[in-house]
């Protein structure tokens, strides 16, 4: 039951997360680089802070080498979410991205769970599972246009990485990194990920400065503590991720609730308190279908923690 309520706060954090990097988008340059800046320096802020905690505790820094390789491959794997989400949302539906985000993000490190780890998923926790799904579907908020080829490519891309990245935590929690402390995974991970994102962030930031018609300017809000908010929201931004994702690595360790318990719990969670976040902060009122997606999503949890 404790570990369960964690999954539920771990959406919590990510729902946080999404606030933060909502603003940042109202008032960033246009292009792909400050989106790839914005990530790099979550990933730093999200290591300064498992630094200091691994200070006050677990005095292991860099686990072992599987480490370093997952910390690579879900640093690659942001990084086309980064470009490819970038380059869909030109041409493509926000609703769509987002439904093939988060049941991506559900659904194949639950299939993985099952098949791998051999986790227990009855006809109950489907029911369950399909409920989530609906209410991520009927709250994906902007406009449903039809897709083209080139984006329902690019949507299973976003599809198959954001799951893939639950996928690695889960086989380094599980076998790779076996009774390894949790903040030294955060750490190496977010070091090893915001390393990778430099090569790419020169490279992007080239690309676009040679552009002829570029416009990078900032848009910066008028008011002083609104502009601090603007130039920290990459790190608050990033600190809320690495906490969301310890609490996963609690939830798919060995003695946590496993893979396919795990991440419905978590991708509920962020719908549910997106939801609320965004009335809270942004004063977005839902829509009759985002209170139907809402609605379900209790429903679905209960079964889960049952």
């Known amino acids: 039951m404790v570990t369960c309520l964690l999954m539920l706060l771990a959406g919590l954090m990510f729902a946080v997360q999404f606030c933060f ?22 990933k730093i802020a999200s290591a300064a802070f498992f630094f200091v905690c691994i200070l006050f505790g677990a005095r292991d820094f860099w686990g072992n080498n599987y480490t370093l390789l997952v910390g690579a491959v879900q640093a690659a794997l942001n990084l086309i979410i980064t470009v490819v989400g970038v380059k869909v949302l030109a041409e ?49 908020s902007g406009e449903r246009k039809r897709p083209t080829v ?41 070091v090893a990920a ?3 994102y430099v090569p ?43 906490l969301g994702n310890f609490l996963i690595v609690i939830g798919t360790a060995a003695d946590g609730i496993g893979s396919a318990v795990t991440f ?12 609320l976040t965004a009335l809270l902060f942004y ?9 139907i997606g809402i609605a379900l999503i209790p429903v679905a949890l209960i079964i889960f923690i049952i």
């Not at 769970?113 to 994906?140: E, K, M, P, Q």
């Not at 990245?165 to 790779?176: E, K, P, R, S």
């Open 21 to 42: 990097n909502k603003y940042f988008q109202k008032y960033k340059p246009p292009g792909e680089t400050s989106s790839v800046l914005f990530a790099m320096l979550g």
């Open 92 to 140: 493509g539906s926000m609703a769509l991205y987002t439904v093939a985000m988060m049941i991506g993000g559900m659904a194949v490190p639950v299939v993985f769970g099952v098949f791998y780890f051999g986790d227990a998923f009855g006809w109950l926790r489907a029911a369950a599972f399909v409920l989530i799904a609906a209410a991520v579907v009927l709250s994906a």
């Open 150 to 190: 080139k984006a329902c490519i690019m949507y299973a891309a976003l599809f198959l990485c954001n799951g893939f990245i639950g996928v690695f935590t889960a086989l380094h929690t599980n076998v790779w990194g076996k009774g390894m402390p949790d903040v030294t995974f955060m750490f190496t991970t977010s």
């Open 194 to 196: 915001a390393v990778c």
């Open 200 to 242: 790419v962030l020169l490279a992007v930031g080239l690309r676009e400065r040679r552009a002829e018609d570029g416009n990078y300017a900032v848009r910066l809000p008028d008011n002083g503590a609104c502009r601090a908010l603007y130039r920290f929201s990459p790190a608050l931004a990033g600190v809320f991720n690495g």
């Open 264 to 275: 419905p719990l978590v991708t509920g969670g962020t719908v549910l308190f997106t939801a």
């Open 283 to 291: 004063k977005e009122r839902p829509g009759l279908r985002k209170w």
